[in-house]
């Protein structure tokens, strides 16, 4: 987990969304016991890299500022795929985007967290540098927090 703030003399804005879609992602008792995930993936692909962009886009406005101003985007690292498809979709270059899913992919809703908190250990963040956190994820929710390290 990570806990984050505002704290006064530094910025912070969030959006965040949902769109239940049960023939996209859907949970399953076909033998009556095990509840099973079942993925359209083709369409949490697309869902992902239309979405991501938007909040992006959108946090970013909410905060006042432009994506030249980010100075790094931290994705949920589902795979690479979606994030250089947000990149891209953004007209962004895609080093300015944290890529390793990698080390993160099987870890979900943890992915930003402990990436975060691996790059803040490695000595890649800053005090004052503007990072867009944007995840999406189980029941097509979606959220990006633009803060100020």
């Known amino acids: 987990a990570a806990v984050i703030g505002s704290s006064g003399d530094r910025q912070y804005q969030s959006v965040y969304g949902c769109r239940g879609n049960a023939e996209?992602?859907?949970?399953?008792?076909?033998?009556?016991?095990?509840?099973?995930?079942?993925?359209?993936?083709?369409?949490i692909y697309k869902f992902a890299v239309r979405t991501v962009p938007?909040?992006?886009?959108?946090?970013?406005?909410?905060?006042?500022?432009?994506?030249?101003?980010?100075?790094?985007?931290?994705?949920?690292?589902?795979?690479?795929?979606?994030?250089e498809s947000v990149a891209k979709n953004l007209a962004l270059p895609g080093e300015r985007f944290y890529n390793r899913p990698d080390l993160y992919a099987n870890t979900s809703a943890a992915s930003i967290p402990i990436a975060l908190s691996d790059i803040n250990d490695?000595?890649?963040?800053?005090?004052?540098?503007?990072?867009?956190?944007?995840?999406?994820?189980?029941?097509?929710?979606?959220?990006a927090v633009l803060l100020e390290w």
């Open 24 to 43: 996209d992602l859907y949970c399953s008792t076909d033998d009556g016991y095990s509840h099973k995930i079942h993925m359209n993936g083709k369409e």
């Open 54 to 83: 938007d909040m992006i886009k959108e946090v970013v406005k909410k905060a006042g500022t432009d994506l030249s101003c980010i100075d790094l985007f931290l994705c949920h690292q589902a795979n690479s795929r979606i994030i």
């Open 122 to 143: 490695a000595g890649m963040l800053k005090r004052g540098m503007k990072i867009v956190l944007a995840g999406f994820g189980a029941g097509l929710t979606w959220g």
